[in-house]
């Protein structure tokens, strides 16, 4: 009985060594994500609703990244520039928009579409 | 009878080396080396199961596996409301918009067209189970050419199973359990999972890595 019981154990971690082989290595995460996607799945859950309270948990992530020298997730910027401007602070929207720019050029394109909108808000160009 | 003794272990590892050995043919990546993509659009997945809350969960969960492939996806909770304030009302509609409309407003170089087949969880007698089954094409925004295609599923039946996708289903939900942390529903967890195998890199016949990681214009994953 405790003879059997061993070899399973020793079975069991052969079994993982092996399948730990064929896994790929994991890598360091490129960015600290934190409750990110939780954030944009409560915020696509209730659409129209902008869920300002997650303003405080986005800065307090924003300054925990900055003091662990931890890189931002691509639209996090984007994301809480969106809220700031449901909270009626475009000054900060604007900045932070540009902020995901300079993070990420690649997404020039749309932040740019978006601050043309947030300067004349009146105006709505169509996309289609 | 004096027959050689093969440990139980052997026979086990053995048969766990011809399962990596067998898999399916290796993916044609010719047109996705050749358009290299950085930026990646994810539309609004098109929901096929009952469940309402299926296109959130499957969207919100494709940032990270692609991010970390090395793209810069957009921020989808903009695309979200750029969608809505344009009239877009529904996913399909969303995925119906020209490849050249996309781009020409999101500046996106490919778009991902996630579908949503399962999602939820079925209540049986014995046992219930949590499913979600999703699949991913990858279409060059510039050219309107399919770059890459898979699927991919996740469900709470694979904790008991014996197969290789069973141990290996466990070690990526300990990995994605510390990631999504403490998520309300289940099937929102397994959403997670199933994404992350889906569009994570590198896989054999994934995703390849984006020029953001740092197996970007590696050789596609050999296993």
């Known amino acids: 009985m405790k003879a059997a019981s061993l070899s399973r154990r020793v079975l069991l971690v052969v079994s993982v060594a092996l399948f730990a082989g064929c896994a790929h290595k994991a890598m360091a995460p490129l960015y600290m994500w934190e409750a990110f996607p939780k954030m944009q799945y409560d915020t696509l859950l209730r659409p129209g609703v902008t869920p300002l309270e997650q303003v405080g948990a986005m800065e307090a992530q924003a300054e925990k990244a900055r003091a662990a020298g931890a890189a931002l997730p691509p639209g996090f910027r984007a994301h809480l520039g969106m809220l700031k401007l449901s909270a009626g602070d475009v000054d900060q929207a604007r900045q932070l928009w540009q902020a995901e720019k300079a993070a990420f050029p690649e997404s020039t394109p749309y932040m740019d579409q978006l601050l043309k909108r947030l300067d004349a808000p009146v105006k709505k160009d169509n996309p289609a | ?223």
């Open chain 2, 1 to 223: 009878m004096k027959l050689i003794r093969v440990p139980p272990w052997a026979v086990l590892a053995f048969a766990f080396l011809s399962g990596c050995a067998t898999k399916a043919p290796p993916y044609d990546y010719a047109a996705f080396m050749k358009a290299k993509p950085a930026t990646l659009l994810v539309l609004p997945p098109v929901n096929e199961s009952p469940e309402v809350n299926a296109t959130s969960g499957v969207w919100s969960h494709a940032t990270l596996p692609l991010a970390e492939a090395g793209y810069y996806v957009l921020p989808v909770t903009l695309v979200d409301e750029t969608f809505r304030q344009n009239g877009v009302a529904t996913a399909n509609d969303a995925q119906d918009i020209p490849a050249t409309k996309l781009r020409e407003f999101f500046g996106a170089d490919a778009a991902v067209y996630m579908k949503i087949k399962k999602y939820g969880t079925s209540y049986a007698v014995l046992a219930s189970e949590t499913r979600v089954e999703v699949e991913a094409r990858i279409v060059d925004l510039r050219s309107g050419e399919l770059l890459w295609q898979g699927r991919a599923a996740a469900t709470s039946a694979e904790e008991q199973q014996q197969s290789q996708g069973g141990l290996i289903g466990l070690l990526v939900t300990a990995i994605v359990k510390q990631i999504i942390g403490t998520a309300t529903d289940a099937s929102y967890r397994y959403a997670g999972i199933a994404n992350q195998r889906l569009l994570g890199a590198p896989r054999y016949n994934g995703v390849l890595p984006g020029p953001r990681s740092p197996n970007y214009g590696k050789p596609p994953a050999a296993q």
